[in-house]
Structures are given as C-alpha cells and as structure tokens.
C-alpha cells in the first residue's frame, strides 16, 4: 500500500518540468538564433558593400578615376569598408567596359549582325562574307562576353564588381555538413563622364 502511494504521488509530481522543458528547446532555439544572426550578417554586409560600390564607381566614372593610383585608393575605400565587417575577407575587384549599356546589361562585349540567327559570329560561308562584328579592343577577334578589363574611356559602360568572400562568422553550417565560406558581390554599371569623343571601333567580318 505504501509503496503504491509512493508511486502514484512520483507521477503526479511536476517539479522540475520546467527544466527538462528548457533542455529540450534550448539547443533548437540555440541553431535558430546563430542561423537568424548569420543571415542578418549576410544581409547587412551585402548593403553596405552596394552602397559602397556605388559611391566608388561614381567616382570611377569621373575622368580622374582612369588614374592607377586614384582606382588603386578607391579599390582600398572598398576592401577596408569590407574588411571592417569581416576581418579576414578576400576581396576580389574586377572592371570591364563596354560601349553601351545594352551590351553591359548583356554581357556583350562586341556586338555583331547575327544574320542566321543562330547566336554565334559565323565566318564565311561560300560567297558569302563573315557576319560583321565591331571590334571594340582591336584584337582581331570577335569576344562575346566578358568585356574588356579596364575602365574604358570617355562615354563608355563600365560595370564595376566586388566579390567579398569570408568565412561564416557562426559554425552553423559545420554541423549540417555546408560550406563554411560565404562569398558576397555587388555590382554596378556607371557610364564614364563625357570628358571626350568615345572611341571608336574597327568593323570587321567573323573569320
């Protein structure tokens, strides 16, 4: 009869529920928060590094910004803005240019009169002629993307791009088997202030 009461009082008693409550939460709730954190993270330096992207390829854009060491000072406004959110980050700059802003937003970079239809800058066939294609950098060649490394020169496209690559700031992906680097781009396309005649290109035939 004791020993019955003693049981029967155990199962109805419900201190320490509380407890045993939290330490089934606790670590589900721990992985949300460095996962909210760690998004959070991303997305703040994704906006600061577009803000600072824009400003610096604004300046860029500017007759000066042809200037080695004024891009090499620009270069370090961005890398040091990126570095002050994440110390250890990689920070990859890159500049191409083209003609227009239709071939930047393509990623064309010589625009040609594609008569077939196929998508391809064909050479000659038979009597008939290679397609026409302007040769912006006069390599003799036709390039399809990629434009050309630089700023270019007076009215031209440029897109200025900075990649941010840095590891995870909270060891969350380690536990689910992900990367454990982020990398973070933001882009911008700004045509070079009218300082002069833009230049202009050879029209040549595909070979």
């Not at 996962?35 to 000066?64: C, N, P």
């Not at 239709?102 to 800058?121: K, L, M, V």
């Not at 791009?161 to 060891?171: A, G, H, N």
Request: proline residues 5%; hydrophobic residues 35%; charged residues 20%.
């Amino acid at each position: 009869m004791i020993g019955r009461l003693r049981l029967r009082r155990l199962r109805e008693d419900e201190r320490g529920t509380t407890i045993v409550e939290f330490a089934m939460i606790a670590p589900v709730m721990g992985v949300l928060l460095l996962g909210a954190f760690d998004i959070a993270h991303t997305l703040y330096l994704r906006a600061v590094l577009q803000g600072i992207v824009q400003k610096v390829g604004r300046d860029s854009s500017l007759e000066t910004g042809l200037d080695a060491a004024t891009q090499a000072t620009l270069d370090a406004k961005v890398s040091g803005q990126a570095k002050a959110l994440s110390n250890n980050a990689t920070v990859t700059i890159t500049r191409k240019w083209y003609r227009t802003f239709t071939n930047a937003a393509a990623a064309q970079f010589e625009p040609f009169t594609d008569t077939n239809g196929n998508g391809t800058c064909d050479g000659p066939q038979g009597s008939t002629p290679g397609e026409p294609y302007e040769d912006n950098n006069g390599n003799g060649r036709w390039d399809s993307t990629g434009g050309n490394t630089g700023s270019g020169g007076a009215k031209d496209a440029m897109v200025y791009t900075v990649s941010v690559t840095y590891p995870s700031m909270f060891p969350l992906y380690r536990f689910i088997g992900g990367p454990t680097t982020k990398t973070v781009t933001a882009s911008t396309v700004l045509r070079n202030q009218p300082y002069g005649d833009q230049g202009s290109a050879t029209v040549r035939n595909c070979p």
